[in-house]
T-cell receptor, first 109, second 114 residues
Framework: SQQGEEDPQALSIQEGENATMNCSYK?????LQWYRQNSGRGLVHLIL?????REKHSGRLRVTLDTSKKSSSLLITASRAADTASYFC?????????FGKGTMLLVSP | DTAVSQTPKYLVTQMGNDKSIKCEQN?????MYWYKQDSKKFLKIMFS???????INETVPNRFSPKSPDKAHLNLHINSLELGDSAVYFC?????????????FGPGTRLLVL
């Protein structure tokens, strides 16, 4: 069964606005990862947060992890048109990385 | 230099044919994966190899057979292709510590079965 579920399925914002995507999962994890996929391309790793971490930053990205609620969020600040892509969370257990269905983000100029 | 490469990028073939997709990584990772992404963008793990040994084999028809000649290569052979096999297939690699670490994906192979 699917581990990660992203919310919302689609998000449309204007350039300069912030975008927040959420991910919920069901079982214990070792780490949680966020990936971006541009149309017609492979997935690109954005950030990894371990189960003992609560928050992590990378440039305009901020990821939080709440293991008690089994949820994570990805915040993209000051979005750009180039941020338009699908964003996936993936939960890592002992040997498996399980992806959610993704959030499609559209950033309009 | 490409970290994870796949060939071919596009594959159009008839039902019933047999085809192979090749994957190579130059990152020195010990674990490689095959994923299938369907038309709704759902990405599902198919196989995982660690040091040439199969460690994950999800519910995949036995028409799909992975082969890892060495740590840097993981090929996927598909027999008797069916319409439902049409999808994008991604190869990936990572280190495997307590769990899978950052995965590096190939560009994908777009398979269309007619």
């Amino acid at each position: 069964s699917q581990q990660g579920e992203e919310d919302p399925q689609a998000l449309s914002i204007q350039e300069g606005e912030n975008a927040t995507m959420n991910c919920s999962y069901k079982t214990s994890i070792n780490n949680l990862q966020w990936y971006r996929q541009n149309s017609g391309r492979g997935l690109v790793h954005l950030i990894l947060i371990r189960s003992n971490e609560r928050e992590k930053h990378s440039g305009r990205l901020r990821v939080t992890l709440d293991t008690s609620k089994k949820s994570s969020s990805l915040l993209i600040t000051a979005s750009r048109a180039a941020d338009t892509a699908s964003y996936f969370c993936a939960t890592a257990t002992y040997s498996t990385l399980t992806f959610g269905k993704g959030t499609m983000l559209l950033v309009s100029p | 230099d490409t970290a994870v490469s796949q060939t071919p990028k596009y594959l159009v073939t008839q039902m019933g044919n047999d085809k192979s997709i090749k994957c190579e990584q130059n990152l020195g990772h010990d674990t490689m994966y095959w994923y299938k992404q369907d038309s709704k963008k759902f990405l599902k793990i198919m196989f995982s190899y660690n040091n040439k040994e199969l460690i994950i084999n999800e519910t995949v028809p036995n028409r799909f057979s992975p082969k890892s000649p060495d740590k840097a290569h993981l090929n996927l052979h598909i027999n008797s292709l069916e319409l439902g096999d049409s999808a994008v297939y991604f190869c990936a690699s990572s280190q495997l510590l307590a769990g899978p670490e950052t995965q590096y994906f190939g560009p994908g192979t777009r398979l269309l079965v007619l």
